[in-house]
């Protein structure tokens, strides 16, 4: 079994940054891809951001330049780091968890969920 638990949302400014976390359990990241989703309220849920167990990133093309996906291993942390907010950035975020995969896409088949963080970006 696999938990995951985020927190680090809030509300900010537009042009603002947040850094959310997500904590894994176990305590090992071992073979695991981790990622980041959001929803806004009456949206489908859409792929952010995910980091490897190699340290490889991926970024859905709407939030290059501004989102980063740092992990500390040491910590069994990942994180959300959020540049440059702007309202169309408010929505619920999500961590999950899945096995890596060769060859499948960093969106897709992803097993374990946390709970979700609000983030609130006023213009």
């Known amino acids: 079994q696999v938990t995951l638990v985020e927190s680090g949302g809030g509300l900010v400014q537009a042009g603002g940054s947040l850094r959310l976390s997500c904590a894994k359990s176990?305590?090992?990241?071992?073979?695991?891809?981790m990622g980041w989703f959001r929803q806004a309220p009456g949206k489908e849920r859409e792929f952010v951001a995910a980091?490897?167990?190699?340290?490889?990133?991926y970024y859905a093309d709407s939030v290059k330049g501004r989102f980063t996906i740092p992990r500390d291993t040491a910590k069994n942390t990942v994180y959300l780091q959020i540049n440059s907010l702007k309202p169309e950035d408010t929505a619920v975020y999500y961590c999950a968890a899945r096995l890596a995969d060769a060859g499948l896409g960093p969106d897709l088949k992803y097993e374990y969920w946390g709970q979700g963080t609000q983030v609130t970006v006023s213009s």
């Open positions: 980091i490897s167990r190699m340290y490889r990133t």
């Open positions: 176990p305590r090992t990241f071992g073979n695991y891809f």
